[in-house]
Each structure stands twice: as structure tokens, then as C-alpha cells.
């Protein structure tokens, strides 16, 4: 195979049709930002608009900005706005609490549904290999619903689909190896088994592009810092296809998801539709930050939207993978991502035989930003190099130089210095 060249990715580069969206992003001139997935790029708009939020709306405003700046409705118009780019209708999706908080939602409706369509179903299926967090949820649900959690491997769910299975619980794309489920036959071969679905999109919105009432999926959640470029802690969102929203409340009955928030009744009752998934005051300067982070997507609407992205996003990791097998091949790197561009999402990471952390501290000293995931010991799970390509604001160039900028800290054995070793609170 001929050998890709810088000279060739700045070609891309130059006839690339969703160039211009870089220029949204505030991003370091000597970095190369390869962990959008995992805390997305701060857009240009963001820092005005929340400074607006607190000079004008909040300073000036004051208490009358709930009605007069639509404070009370930012969580139905921002979630609005995330319902199109996941194959959601307008008022079918509301931002609301973290991704867990509202893992916890949906899986405690989902388990009220099962109980009243199907007693008899008594597990819950996810992997092991799912967000840890997803599976803490799910560990407590389980126990206080006097069910089981079963854990299967990766990709193996549809084939442990039996009669006493209530719930499907997934991440869409896997947080470590970045393998993708297709969720219309996932969903489909749930529903021939009589089970209820639960979709993470934390490392699917706004990195592919997403059906979920195409799917017929049944719950799904998602993360607000990732893709959709809303900030640290930015809220997350929930969204419950029509046929059941209804039908079951959640758990976590708070004032924001009564019927009538300001009757100031005694008794709870819940708003109809996904409204009654809000739980608290929303946090708005956080909610305003995301809206902008949003906003960066549907920019890309008139320019083919998020199947154009995607297309970008398999041409960024194709070429990441090819660069790693042309120039690492001396050193012990391994692809964990699918090799397959339909069966993986918008990240790759690889497996190093040695110290896979200190490299990555080697590759971030060179500007070059992913991350580091530890794999359970227990199980034998690999440690991985993680690294997210988004394609708002990803060059080809990038591409080239963070591999190039690998291979110098392989080559040169640069990551066995001591200063390398040392693990921070967050890796
Ligand atoms: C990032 C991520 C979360 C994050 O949950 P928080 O409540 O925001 O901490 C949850 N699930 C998955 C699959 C994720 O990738």
C-alpha cells in the first residue's frame, strides 16, 4: 500500500466542505484535540452568551427572566434542538440533570412498564463492558426491584434475549473500544423477545447520526460535554417514545415534572409527555453554555448535517487507523476499535503492550490531547489509548501529526521517563 503523506491530507483538507465549521471553536493554536469525546471543544459563542445570561438576564432581568428571557422553556427548546439530530419529534426530548441521574429515570419507568406489561420478566441485560456508571444504576435498581443484572459480553446482548428479560440496557457506542450497536436491529430483535430498550447516546449525539423513532427504540439518554460540546458538567438529556411516556412516571417526582409547577399543589401530579422527566430547577447558565454547544451541530444542517459528519468522521478514523498500521508497525500497538467503519463510532483506541499511560502524558506534553482508559484487571481487560475525532473541527492534518507525534514518543522511547508515570485525579 503507498504511503499517505502529509501532502495528501491537506489536500482533503482543502476540498473538505465542512472546513469552515472549525472556525466555531475556540481551540490552543499548539494542540491537536483529539478527546472531544469525552469533554467537547469550547465554541466562540459560548463565552458572550453566558456572560449575557449573567449581565443582562440574571443582573438586569433578575427573577423576571424566567418568563421574560424564556428561562422556564430553555429545557424543552434546547432539547428540541438535540431531538434533531437524534431522530426525535419537537417536545419528545428535554435537557435535564447528569446522564446518570436520568439513567436512573428511564431504567426505574422502564422496570414500572415491565411490571405492569410483563411480571413475569425479571432481568435486566447490559455488558460488562458498559459505562461504569450505567452499570452502578442498574446494580442498585436491580436490588431495589428485586431483579437480577446480568452482564454479558460486548455485542453478545440479542443473543441472551429471553423470556424473563425485562430491560436491554446499551451504550450505543462503547466508551473503550468504540464499537457501535445498530440500534434499529437491537431494538428489533429486543421487541421479538418482548423486552424494553434503554439507548445511551453519550458517544453517539452529535458524533453518528441517530433514528431513534426510525429504531422504534424505547428510552434513551444522553450526555451534554461530549459531542454536543455544552461544557464541563453540562446538562444531559432523556427522551421516551410517545407510545409510553404516558404510561409510567419516574421516580424522582420534583416539582419541575408536576402538571403544574406553580399550582404549589400538595400532591404530585406529573406533567404529560417528556416534561415530567425534569426534576429540579434547571441549572440555566449551564443550559444556555450547551445550547451553544448545539448550536455547532445544526450549523452543519445546510452542509448535509450529521450524515455529512459522519461521513467525515469514517474518513478522520479510517485514516488515523491506516497511518497507525503504516508507521507503528515496529512497535507493539494494537487497533481495539472495529476495523469496520460501520461498526464502529467516532473514536479508535489502541492497545499498547507497556505503559500506555505514561505514553499518552508523553503524546499530551506534545500538544497532542486523548486520553487513557484502564482496563479491569480482573477480567483481563486491556488498557487503552483513546482518542476522539470530531469532525467539526478535526483537520486530516491533525490526524497525520498526532500519529506522527505517537510514533516520535514510540520511537524514541520517550514515555519510560519517570516524569511520565506519575497518574493524575483524571487520566
Ligand atoms: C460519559 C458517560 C456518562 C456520564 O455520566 P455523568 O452522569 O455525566 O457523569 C454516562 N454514560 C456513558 C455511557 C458515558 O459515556
Redesign the pocket.
Known amino acids: 500500500m503507498t504511503l499517505i503523506q502529509r501532502t495528501d491530507c491537506s489536500a482533503l483538507d482543502a476540498t473538505d466542505p465542512l472546513a469552515k465549521l472549525r472556525d466555531q471553536f475556540v481551540l490552543p493554536s499548539d494542540v491537536i484535540y483529539l478527546d472531544g469525546n469525552s469533554l467537547g471543544a469550547l465554541p466562540r459563542a459560548t463565552a458572550a452568551r453566558v456572560q449575557q445570561v449573567l449581565t443582562e438576564e440574571w443582573g438586569q432581568g433578575l427573577i423576571r427572566s424566567w418568563n421574560t428571557a424564556g428561562w422556564i422553556d430553555l429545557p424543552h427548546r434546547v432539547g428540541d434542538k438535540i431531538a434533531r439530530l437524534v431522530g426525535a419529534a419537537p417536545g419528545e426530548l428535554v435537557v435535564t440533570d447528569?446522564?446518570?441521574?436520568n439513567?436512573y429515570k428511564v431504567l426505574s419507568a422502564a422496570l414500572s412498564l415491565a411490571r405492569i406489561d410483563a411480571p413475569q420478566r425479571r432481568v435486566i441485560v447490559s455488558e460488562r463492558e458498559?459505562?461504569p456508571?450505567?452499570l452502578y444504576m442498574a446494580q442498585s435498581l436491580a436490588a431495589q426491584h428485586g431483579m437480577r443484572l446480568e452482564l454479558v459480553e460486548q455485542g453478545r446482548a440479542t443473543s441472551h434475549l429471553r423470556d424473563d428479560v425485562a430491560v436491554l440496557l446499551l451504550?450505543q457506542v462503547n466508551?473503550r473500544s468504540g464499537a457501535m450497536h445498530d440500534m434499529a436491529a437491537v431494538t428489533a430483535a429486543a421487541h421479538a423477545a418482548g423486552a424494553l430498550t434503554i439507548w445511551?447516546l453519550?458517544?453517539s449525539v452529535g458524533a453518528v447520526p441517530v433514528d431513534l423513532n426510525g429504531a422504534q427504540a424505547d428510552f434513551a439518554i444522553g450526555?451534554g460535554?461530549?459531542y454536543l460540546n455544552g461544557g464541563p458538567g453540562a446538562p444531559?438529556f432523556v427522551w421516551v417514545h410517545a407510545r409510553h411516556v404516558d404510561r409510567v412516571q419516574q421516580p424522582l417526582s420534583g416539582w419541575h415534572g408536576h402538571a403544574a409547577p406553580f399550582a404549589f399543589t400538595s400532591y404530585y401530579q406529573p406533567a404529560h409527555g417528556i416534561a415530567r422527566y425534569l426534576c429540579g430547577t434547571p441549572p440555566l447558565l449551564s443550559l444556555a453554555a450547551l445550547e451553544c454547544g448545539v448550536d455547532t451541530l445544526l450549523a452543519a444542517e445546510p452542509l448535509g448535517g450529521m450524515p455529512a459528519l459522519r461521513r467525515k468522521s469514517v474518513a478522520l478514523t479510517d485514516l488515523f487507523i491506516r497511518l497507525v498500521q503504516q508507521q507503528l508497525g515496529a512497535h507493539k500497538v494494537t487497533v481495539a476499535t472495529p476495523i469496520e467503519a460501520e461498526r464502529r463510532g467516532s473514536q479508535v483506541s489502541l492497545i499498547f503492550d507497556g505503559d500506555g499511560y505514561a505514553v499518552m502524558q508523553a503524546l499530551i506534553e506534545r500538544g497532542v490531547i486523548g486520553d487513557f482508559r484502564a482496563g479491569d484487571r480482573a477480567r483481563g481487560d486491556p488498557d487503552l489509548l483513546r482518542f476522539g475525532f470530531t469532525p467539526l473541527y478535526l483537520r486530516h492534518v491533525d490526524v497525520f501529526d498526532a500519529v506522527a507525534a505517537l510514533r516520535e514518543v514510540l520511537d524514541g522511547g520517550i514515555w519510560r521517563e519517570a516524569r511520565f508515570a506519575r497518574k493524575a485525579a483524571v487520566t
Open positions: 447528569s446522564t446518570s441521574i439513567l458498559n459505562f456508571t450505567d451504550t466508551y445511551d453519550a458517544h450526555c460535554y461530549k444531559a
